[in-house]
């Protein structure tokens, strides 16, 4: 059987995963900017892994719009981001991310990442420096922060990484599975 681990990464988060498996299921990997779908004929299991952004997926596009030619093939979709793993954080994902008709054929799993301001592309800065700004003027209006927009100021002064390689293990239970 074999396997390919397609990624879109900011700031290295899902690449490391899309690594860790690939290293793990003797896949193939590649960037999705490298890859079009007649490369993917010969895979029996197709892996993409994308970060998370406003709950969107990046390049899941390259999955979804392809879906009708991958599906004698079993299709697994990660994404990465900054929320910590609850089954609520996996159930909105999926609904804004895998139209309803494909729910039954990928399986979809949250892998938590972490979160580099510094290395984000200008434009995420920009976006991120909102919400930032939006969290201090909550907390200026003695509003109580949540645990999550807490660690998530914190973050913008010291990266964080919640990556751990255990984490991949249902991933390829059910790749061999
Ligand atoms: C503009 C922007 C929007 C984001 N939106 C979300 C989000 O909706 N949910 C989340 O958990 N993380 C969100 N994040 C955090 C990233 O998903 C997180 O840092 C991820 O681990 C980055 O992975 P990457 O390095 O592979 O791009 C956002 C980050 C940016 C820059």
Do not use: C
Request: charge should be positive; charged fraction near 25%; aromatic fraction near 10%.
């Amino acid at each position: 059987m074999k396997s390919v681990v397609i990624y879109k990464s900011k700031t290295g988060f899902a690449k490391k995963y899309a690594e860790w498996l690939a290293e793990d299921l003797s896949a193939d990997i590649f960037e999705v900017s490298t890859v079009n779908v007649s490369m993917l004929t010969e895979y029996d299991t197709v892996i993409y892994g994308g970060s998370l952004h406003a709950v969107g997926i990046i390049g899941v596009n390259f999955i979804t719009n392809n879906a009708d030619k991958l599906k004698d093939k079993k299709v697994i979709i990660f994404a990465t981001g900054a929320s910590p793993s609850t089954e609520q954080v996996a159930k909105e994902i999926i609904t804004n991310n895998i139209p309803a008709s494909l729910q039954r054929h990928i399986k979809f799993f949250y892998l938590r990442g972490g979160f580099v301001y510094d290395k984000l592309p200008l434009t995420d800065k920009v976006l991120m420096t909102l919400l930032k700004w939006k969290i201090q003027r909550k907390n200026k209006q003695k509003k109580a922060l949540t645990r999550d927009e807490k660690g998530m100021l914190a973050a913008y002064d010291k990266p964080v990484d919640f990556t751990k390689k255990e984490y991949i293990a249902d991933i390829v239970s059910y790749v061999n599975s």
